[in-house]
């Protein structure tokens, strides 16, 4: 199981956090959420192994674009309203232009006692993976859990990241269920403050994965 971190904007704290090697790290290009980036945001250099995730909240194509060049993005996340149409033409778009690399793409979902899980089946021509998160109001995540059975009502293949109030107790949680989840996503959690994260949390976390 992969470990994604999300939500990350202090330069020194992106480099304590790329020492400790996730296969993942999101960036918020939204700026609504307590962890944007902010329009002068320098990208340290992180190793080649490390992901780098852009999280966009209905953005347009061009400027996820823009972004995605400006800090040589790995992985596009789109956390909005976005439908099968827009991410069908946004793939196309990121994995054909010339002399560019392939970007690949995740859409977030939000899930509760009322989602169609029968929906994903539009979007798993264009989305390598898909982010389940906890349905709000809000756009961005809410730093709370839902109920993981839910999950027994998707029986798509696309590969999908599990999100939504993550903390070190669940790790093993997630790791011993019966669902197939490819990566964790942990934000709130293991933070000092929005946008900042605890090492010595992460640390822990790493540990847990690895003992599992």
């Known amino acids: ?48 192994e490390i992901k780098k995730v852009g999280v966009f909240v209905n953005a347009t194509a061009s400027y996820i674009s823009e972004k995605s060049d400006q800090y040589d993005l790995d992985y596009i996340q789109i956390h909005g309203d976005e439908d099968s149409v827009f991410c069908s033409d946004l793939c196309i778009s990121l994995c054909t232009r010339i002399g560019k690399k392939e970007i690949k793409l995740i859409k977030a979902f939000g899930i509760d006692e009322h989602f169609d899980f029968d929906i994903l089946d539009e979007y798993s021509y264009s ?53 197939k ?20 949390k992460l640390k822990k976390i790493n540990l847990s994965m690895l003992s599992a």
């Open 127 to 179: 989305c390598d993976y898909f982010l389940f998160d906890t349905k709000a109001k809000e756009y961005g995540g809410s730093g709370r859990q839902f109920d993981w059975t839910l999950l027994e009502n998707y029986s798509g293949t696309t590969p999908f990241f599990l999100s939504g109030g993550l903390g070190l107790k669940d790790i093993k949680k997630v790791q011993s269920s019966k669902f």
């Open 1 to 48: 199981m992969l470990l994604k971190i999300c939500g990350l904007k202090d330069s020194e704290n992106i480099k304590q956090v790329a020492l400790l090697k996730p296969d993942f790290m999101g960036f918020i290009f939204y700026a609504e959420s307590k962890r944007f980036v902010g329009e002068d945001f320098v990208m340290p250099e992180i190793s080649s």
């Open 181 to 200: 989840v490819q990566a964790i996503d942990v934000n709130s959690m293991f933070e000092i403050e929005p946008g900042i994260k605890d090492i010595n």
